[in-house]
Structures are given as C-alpha cells and as structure tokens.
C-alpha cells in the first residue's frame, strides 16, 4: 500500500522558518511529480510548489504567493521531497498536504497533511 508521510509541520513565529518532509513508499519515485498543497480553514486547497519527475528535468514552479520564500527539492534515493519554508507569514497558516502524481502509470496519491501555524 502507498502511503505519503508528511511532517515537519508546526508553529513558527512571522519571519521564521519551517521544512517540511514527505516520504513515499513508493516504487520508482523517481518518475513521480511532487507537488505540495496548502487548505487554510474556510478555504480551497491550493497548489503551493510542484517539482517534475527526473525524466522531465526535476522543474519546479510556484504559487505567486510564496516565490521567493518557498523552497520545493526532492531527494530521489530516500524518495522524499521537502518544502524549505522562510519568511513565514500568518496567511502561510494553513494544513500542508504532500501530492505524488505519475501520468506514465496513472496514479495518484496524497498524504495526511500537517499542519502549520504562523503565528506570534
């Protein structure tokens, strides 16, 4: 059974710093795009950061909302992606959920989530 494991989640003061990790157990990891989602209360979930599979060059991209402070890396031998997260700010509070997707072999998968709370 697939299972993503996301932690590293928290409460962090404005300006601080948090990484968040997911681990997969997940065959072949390494054709697999990341991505991480973010669903504050009362809101939709959003995409946050997504890095590309290695065959499609590990590309990654970002909500507006985060560029600049957001970090999405993965580390294909411990089939783990992380989300280094500076500059924190109340509106990043929110339950982090990690996504792996393969379009090669249809499949789709999403994590528990963690929680992250900004605040002073």
């Known amino acids: 059974q697939v299972q993503l494991v996301e932690s590293g989640g928290g409460l962090v003061q404005p300006g601080g710093s948090l990484r968040l990790s997911c681990t997969a157990s997940?065959?072949?990891?390494?054709?697999?795009?990341m991505r991480w989602y973010r669903q504050a209360p009362g809101k939709q979930r959003e995409l946050v950061a997504s890095i590309t599979s290695i065959s499609s060059g590990g590309r990654t991209n970002y909500a507006d909302s985060v560029k600049g402070r957001f970090t999405i890396s993965r580390d294909n031998a411990k089939a783990t992606v992380y989300l280094q997260m500076n500059s924190l700010k109340p509106e990043d509070t929110a339950v982090y959920f990690c996504n792996a997707e393969s379009t090669i072999i249809g499949t789709n998968y999403w994590g528990q989530g963690t929680q992250v709370t900004v605040s002073a």
């Open positions: 997940i065959s072949i990891f390494s054709i697999y795009s």
